[in-house]
C-alpha cells in the first residue's frame, strides 16, 4: 500500500504542470458554457435530427423493401417478396446516400 501511494506521489510531481494546465482549460470551458450556455443545446439538437432522419431513412428503406412482388409458396406460411434487378440495386445505392447522409449530417 506504501508503495501505490509513492508511486501516485512521484506521479503528482512528474505531472504537476500538465495537471495546471488542464485547471486552466477547464476554467475557460467553464466561463464559455457560463457566457453562452445555448452551446447546451447543441447536442440534444443534433441528436434530434440524426434521430428523425435515422427514422425517415428506416421507413424508406421498409417501403423500398416491400416494393416487389409478392410470391406465396405452398410450403412456406408467408410469402416472399422477388425483387428486379432495379430494385435491387436501389436498395444498395439507398443504403450508401444513408450513410453517407447519416455522416454528413454528423459532420455538419
Known amino acids: ?13 512528474c ?3 500538465k495537471i495546471e494546465v488542464l485547471i486552466v482549460i477547464l476554467k475557460c470551458a ?3 458554457v457560463g ?17 428523425a432522419f435515422f427514422m425517415l431513412w428506416c421507413v424508406l428503406a421498409v417501403f423500398l ?17 422477388k425483387h428486379t434487378k432495379m430494385v435491387y440495386y ?8 444513408g450513410l453517407w447522409g447519416f455522416a454528413m449530417l454528423l459532420a455538419v
Open 1 to 13: 500500500m506504501l508503495g501505490l501511494f509513492l508511486l501516485s506521489l512521484i506521479g503528482l510531481c
Open 15 to 17: 505531472f504537476c504542470k
Open 30 to 32: 467553464a466561463h464559455f
Open 35 to 51: 457566457d453562452t450556455p445555448c452551446a447546451l443545446l447543441v447536442p440534444p439538437v443534433f441528436f434530434l435530427c440524426g434521430f
Open 65 to 81: 423493401y416491400t416494393s416487389g412482388t409478392v410470391d406465396k409458396t405452398n410450403s412456406m406460411p408467408f410469402g416472399q417478396f
Open 90 to 97: 436501389m436498395f444498395w445505392y439507398f443504403l450508401f446516400g
